[in-house]
């Protein structure tokens, strides 16, 4: 995709060429180059994950500040349901919710409720497109753009219903203006807090000329840290809470699933996992499904780069919070014959955008894959990191596409190096014995 704008970047600074996140990258898209890691913007599919394993801290997610709020717009915060699980010993969504307030937004629109609604509007879709399976789950943003560059034929089956944090910043931005006629759009504030960058970069490549209605992302760990000393226990809470067992239950792997009431869905979470069971669906070789539900974070939501607390530890935290909730409190409005209503559709599902073609001509592609693979078979096949490349084959790929040499490769150099002395010691000895005979 031209013009992607992406929400993990690297402090060149603090990289020591380590390779770790060389290996963890699920589409090959880091290389190390003089000594430090570069990221390869077509592959790249924010998925965070070096972020998460980078022993140097050199990657970072690029969202807003808290600083960078406007103070004469009317803001409404977005809390991801993965926030209640960053904090211990809570007993009432409404605390958290009643610290944003308190923090300094005007009003506050849970992504849970909304992801309720994306629930029903699910139902729906599955009853008026019963043979278009399985369906995948859209809420997640890499698994999405992961789909458009990897799996083309798996572009369809993506649920075109916009994600949970999408409508609730819609429904967010009309409750605004309603309790307020006077608001126009330039006047509201829209903050998503988010566990992860992919969010932000939903945000900013909304699609082919749309605006997302999300105006800011802000990280999950950040707005935490800030509500610690804004979340009052001794004064009880504003009721404010307006949602269910299952929007709260989005924030972990499985829940959105669950929440379709289809017993033959599945759930995965983890990126290497992800890219297993899309290979498999891809192939044909997973069993009958219905729906798909994939998290590129490890346990769902709350495994995000952006927040606090470990995975499982939140995890157990919100299904304590689900306990005494209701099941869900909201429901998709009525859409007449239609499934789900056309505003919110995705105007535009993943399109395939291929980032590895050898080349744009057919017979030039091919010929290049030959090379490859013959290179390919001189190697080691050790996948060592040393060369700068992930593995062998991509270490070839890049050898051939002019983006390597095949020096770098340290074995090769080292046969290179172990001839050579061979050829020099064979040399010397001979001279030896030459000089030997002529005394």
């Known amino acids: 995709m031209n013009g992607y704008n992406h929400s993990v970047s690297l402090d060149v600074e603090k990289c020591k060429g380590c390779t770790t996140c060389l290996k963890r990258c699920p589409t090959e898209a880091i290389r190390i180059r003089d000594g430090h890691a570069v990221i390869n913007p077509a592959r790249c599919i924010d998925c965070g994950q070096c972020i998460i394993t980078c022993p140097h801290q050199a990657k970072k997610a690029v969202c807003h500040k808290l600083s960078d709020l406007p103070a004469d717009k009317y803001k409404v915060a977005l809390p991801a349901p993965a926030l209640f699980g960053q904090f211990e010993n809570l007993e009432e969504i409404d605390t958290v919710l009643q610290g944003l307030l308190d923090y300094g937004f005007d009003d506050v629109y849970e992504v849970s409720a909304a992801a309720e609604i994306v629930s029903d509007y699910t139902r729906r879709y599955f009853k008026a497109y019963p043979d278009k399976k399985p369906i995948i789950s859209s809420a997640c943003p890499v698994i999405v753009r992961l789909i458009s560059l990897k799996f083309p034929y798996l572009c369809e089956n993506v649920l075109p219903i916009l994600p949970p944090m999408e409508l609730a910043a ?28 992919a969010k932000a970069s939903y945000v900013n490549n909304r699609g082919d000329g749309e605006k997302s209605h999300v105006d800011y992302v802000v990280s999950m760990r950040d707005v935490a840290f800030e509500l610690l000393s804004h979340m009052s226990r001794e004064i009880p809470p504003i009721p404010l809470s307006h949602t269910g067992m299952i929007g709260i239950g989005w924030a972990s792997s499985g829940g959105e699933a669950r929440a379709v009431f289809n017993n033959k869905y599945l759930a995965a979470d983890g990126i290497e996992n992800v890219m297993r069971v899309l290979e498999d669906i891809d192939n044909g070789v997973m069993p009958d499904l219905d729906f798909v539900e994939l998290n590129a974070c490890t346990g769902g939501c709350v495994g995000g780069s952006m927040t606090v607390v470990n995975p499982f530890i939140a995890k157990a935290r919100l299904h304590s919070l689900r306990r005494y909730l209701p099941v869900s409190q909201n429901t998709a409005e009525e859409s007449g014959e239609q499934a789900v209503p056309e505003k919110y559709l995705e105007s535009e599902g993943p399109v395939y955008r291929p980032v590895s073609a050898l080349d744009s001509d057919r017979a030039a592609a091919i010929s290049k894959m030959a090379e490859i693979e013959r290179l390919a078979e001189t190697l080691p096949g050790i996948d060592c990191g040393s060369c700068g490349a992930p593995t062998c084959f991509s270490f070839a790929t890049d050898v051939v596409c002019g983006q390597a040499h095949i020096d770098d490769c340290v074995f090769l150099l080292r046969a290179q190096y172990n001839a050579l002395a061979e050829r020099l010691e064979h040399r010397e000895s001979k001279n030896v014995e030459t000089k030997g005979e002529t005394e």
Request: aromatic share 4%.
């Open 170 to 197: 819609m429904k967010a931005r009309e409750k605004a203006k309603k309790k307020n006629p006077s608001l126009r759009d330039e006047d509201i504030a829209i903050v998503f807090i988010s566990p992860c960058p």
